[in-house]
């Protein structure tokens, strides 16, 4: 592989981004389960998930797409905790503190992505 994922700080940045997703959608209302925290749960975890599977492929084309993909999940988990906050399922404390680090990972994955176009000029 061109780049390996297990090494690349985005990866362990967008997993530790879903630890915290896991730990704040437990607490959750019941109802909420299959629907708000499954969502937010399944979009912070395709964040990690897009950027492993892009870095198997050979073409730089090919990975900075699917990290384009990680960049829209990303902002999903984000318009998602908004909406936790609205309906008063985080505190205002705990959404701007993993606002905080979403928008630390969107500028690394900004960052990463623009390496790789640039790479290519």
């Known amino acids: ?10 990866w ?14 437990d607490s959750f209302p019941a109802d909420e389960r299959f629907n ?10 395709s964040i990690a998930s897009n950027i492993g ?7 730089d084309a090919q990975f900075t797409r699917f990290l384009s993909i990680s960049l829209g999940s ?9 909406l936790s906050f ?3 399922y ?7 503190e993993i606002l905080e680090k979403t928008n630390h990972l969107k500028r690394m994955i900004i960052a990463f992505m623009n390496g790789l176009v640039n790479k290519k000029k």
């Open 12 to 25: 362990h940045s967008a997993r530790s981004l879903n630890l915290i997703i896991k730990n704040v959608t």
């Open 74 to 82: 990303l902002c999903e988990v984000e318009t998602q905790l908004f």
């Open 36 to 45: 708000l925290a499954s969502q937010l749960r399944r979009a912070a975890t």
């Open 1 to 10: 592989m061109k780049h390996e994922y297990i090494n690349l700080k985005i």
């Open 86 to 88: 609205d309906l008063r």
């Open 53 to 59: 599977e892009g870095s198997a492929y050979q073409s």
């Open 90 to 96: 985080i505190k205002e404390k705990k959404l701007n």
